[in-house]
């Protein structure tokens, strides 16, 4: 689904290190989230956003923050990386009228060494 | 919180047979069970879905039953095919949330 892309796809990146995942749509959506996969955990909630300037936590927020810059843009941050901050990140979208299903971009995968 | 818990972890059957993964969850509020499926290398897509108001949903070869009162709810995939092969999530949520707690994910694999 080209609607919801992803930068970068892949980082590898230091302990100690900030870095920024973007996360941009063209979809129109105004719900955006962040999830990280974590192989035999599923998919995580890290922040969510409901419109621009409404940001909430989700079940893992420690370590990370996020900006809502625009309604078709959403990044995520990890402050100071650190390893187990190590998986595959997803930003998904989804409508105020479809509310319910959530559209994922091709997902970052990060390596924190 | 919403708690799911998705079972088996892992799923390996011979294609053309039949496969089941099914889901439980704890908040009896919730009233939206998505499925999604995620191939290989890919990101996860909406399959199926069932609202708390409706028992069953069939799209082809695949289905969805629900038991509200003892809270789980479960995938049927019929006629196996090898294209079926990937990692499977439920989801839960309930309107007022509007946050989808997934379950861990099941690995299917399809035998040729």
């Known amino acids: 689904d080209a609607d919801v892309t992803q930068t970068p796809r892949n980082r590898i990146t230091k302990t100690g290190k900030r870095i920024m995942l973007e996360c941009s749509q063209t979809k129109g959506h105004d719900r955006m989230y962040w999830y990280r996969q974590d192989p035999g955990l599923g998919l995580r909630l890290i922040y969510y956003s409901f419109d621009v300037k409404d940001i909430n936590k989700g079940e893992i927020s420690d370590g990370y923050s996020v900006s809502r810059q625009a309604q078709a843009k959403f990044s995520l941050s990890l402050e100071s990386a650190i390893p187990n901050q190590t998986a595959l990140y997803f930003c998904?979208?989804?409508?105020?009228?479809?509310?319910?299903?959530?559209?994922f971009g091709p997902g970052t995968r990060l390596l924190v060494l | 919180g919403e708690n799911v818990e998705q079972h088996p972890s892992t799923l390996s059957v011979q294609e053309g047979d039949s496969a089941v993964i099914k889901c439980t969850y704890s908040d009896s509020a919730s009233n939206y069970f998505p499925w999604y499926k995620q191939e290989l290398g890919k990101r996860p897509q909406l399959i199926i879905d069932i609202r708390s108001n409706v028992g069953e949903k069939k799209d082809q070869r695949i289905a969805v039953t629900l038991n509200k009162t003892a809270k789980h709810f479960s995938l049927h995939i019929t006629e196996t095919q090898p294209e079926d092969s990937a990692v499977y999530f439920c989801a839960v949520t309930n309107f007022g949330n509007e946050k989808l707690t997934f379950g861990t994910g099941t690995r299917l694999t399809i035998i040729p």
């Open positions: 998904a979208t989804s409508d105020r009228q479809g509310r319910e299903t959530q559209y």
